[in-house]
């Protein structure tokens, strides 16, 4: 096992949260984020919007296409006090801390009356979210999303205007969506077999009471076991990368996939990765791009030949390595290079100097 803090791009993959078995992670995951926008569409009228002055109608009392109920936001025309401004505010509880949230509505600006030309408001949450949002033109319902990590379960929505007068903003629609559900931003997880190995590499770009990892393997999907323990970085915001390898894995198919414990004992799953063990495995080499180092599965030094993008052969320190044979390219210039073994019609496999 190792952690190493090098660059790395790649696709985000999400964990899923779960106190439950394993045949519950969808079923925990759906319930653990219970929170939700109270009457998103003002169809009930003031219902869930109290302890603010609000103004609810149709949507053709201020230019719009139908009967919707919408809700406005302005100043009203006294621009020395705020009490007879119109807003919007709530309370909403059920968030979980450490998880990451989008606030999602729809607004535009208001087509009748002396409306301004440019109407502002600034959407808060509390202390975790401060947003001025802008509209100006035609009635144009557009969608807005804003992200925020909560810090505690409950917190307040609030939508107050930037401007004087009493023609301004429309909202509607309002959503409430788990936007990242963990503390854990995993960026990349992979599995690939080595000659007797299976090697497992995979990456955070932030992480929030992580205790660490343990890599689990299963031949169905149902019957889980540990195969290697890492340990987390507890609290970080900077790119980190782990690996680790089974070093005696299962014959053909199997599966595999990171268990990540929390400080408090809370567990979080990632994707499934499937792997299959074969008697002879093509060349594969990490990472890549790489800068200083490449590993290439191929377990005999001096045997691996390194070649320039011209085909020519280049010279590079060879070792030995538990997961093959390290290539030491730091001299190299940058560029693209090919990995192949020296035995007649071997297959070949690229990587890139950076």
Known sequence: MMTISNAMGGRVVRLFRSTAGVAGVLAAFTGAYAQSITNPGFESGTTGWSGCPLEINPANVYGGPNTSKVAEVDGDNDPNITTDDRTLCQTITGFTVGAVYALEFEATRRQTGPTPASVSVTVTID???????TRTGGWNMARERLTFAPTSTTHNLRITPNFTGSHGMLFDNFNLVVASPLPIELVAFDAWVLPGAVRLEWATASERD????TVE???DLERWEAVAEVPGAGNSQQ???????????????????LKQTDLDGTVDYSEVRHVVSRDREDPHLWPNPAGSMVHVNMDTPDRVQVLDASGRLVQVLQEAHPTGTLLHIAHLPVGLYQVRSVDAGAPSVRFIKE
């Open 127 to 133: 202390n975790v979210l401060s947003q001025v949002i």
């Open 210 to 213: 992580n205790a660490g990892f």
């Open 217 to 219: 393997r299963s031949t």
């Open 239 to 257: 790119l980190l990368r782990y690996a680790a390898t089974d070093g005696s894995p299962l014959p053909g198919s199997a599966y595999y996939r």
